[in-house]
T-cell receptor
Framework: LAKTTQPISMDSYEGQEVNITCSHN???????ITWYQQFPSQGPRFIIQ???TKVTNEVASLFIPADRKSSTLSLPRVSLSDTAVYYC???????????????FGTGTLLAVQP | GAVVSQHPSRVICKSGTSVKIECRSL??????MFWYRQFPKQSLMLMAT?????????EQGVEKDKFLINHASLTLSTLTVTSAHPEDSSFYIC????????????FGPGTRLLVL
């Protein structure tokens, strides 16, 4: 299972763009990259998922270089409500079975200040 | 995104009793469901993976006789904490995903268990 490494914490101010980078050096060929957001006492909320290059949705962008050994979650203009823990996970999502489970790392605690 | 619900959202029980937590996928068929546990200020720890109609696969160090998992249908999985003790107090979170290519894993809101 691919292991991920993220910064433990990051600080930002309202209105800024925030980029959180995740390393996954031993990512497998059929692994996807998924990012989740978690607030205290809530389950993780899906943000974005990708396999390669760039993916964009209404809340974030995900940049994945050609070697796929890292990925960067980009939050365009953060607000106070974006203060949360962000998790990067890799795993094969195209087959069922116990081997395709998502293992959580430490995550990145993003603190947005006014 | 898809919706996953959990019930109850919180439960308080006496030591030695059993507690059942339900996890439902509300708008999709969940081929696979996962159960996680999260202690304060820690990351989620995977406990077990269950596929509909088959026995759950437990992670190393998780007692299968203590944490009973049933995945009887494509929309429901249950976790029963048997003979709960105070050290079982935690935040239990389930997740579910369908079986198609690139299927995303969606998480429930979590269940806070407090064992007195």
């Amino acid at each position: 299972l691919a292991k991920t490494t993220q910064p433990i914490s990051m600080d930002s101010y309202e209105g800024q763009e925030v980029n959180i980078t995740c390393s996954h050096n031993n990512i497998a060929t059929n692994d996807y990259i998924t990012w989740y957001q978690q607030f205290p006492s809530q389950g993780p909320r899906f943000i974005i998922q990708g396999y390669k290059t760039k993916v964009t949705n209404e809340v974030a962008s995900l940049f994945i270089p050609a070697d796929r050994k890292s990925s960067t979650l980009s939050l365009p203009r953060v607000s106070l409500s974006d203060t949360a823990v962000y998790y990067c996970l890799v795993g094969a999502l195209n087959y069922g079975g116990a081997t395709n489970k998502l293992i959580f790392g430490t995550g990145t605690l993003l603190a947005v200040q006014p | 995104g898809a919706v996953v619900s959990q019930h109850p959202s919180r439960v308080i029980c006496k030591s030695g009793t059993s507690v059942k937590i339900e996890c439902r996928s509300l708008d999709f068929q969940a081929t696979t469901m996962f159960w996680y546990r999260q202690f304060p200020k820690q990351s989620l720890m995977l406990m077990a993976t269950s596929n509909e109609g088959s026995k759950a696969t437990y992670e190393q160090g998780v007692e299968k006789d203590k944490f009973l998992i049933n995945h009887a249908s494509l929309t429901l999985s249950t976790l029963t904490v048997t003979s709960a003790h105070p050290e079982d107090s935690s935040f239990y979170i389930c997740s579910a995903r369908g079986g198609g290519p690139g299927e995303t894993q969606y998480f429930g809101p979590g269940t806070r268990l407090l064992v007195l």
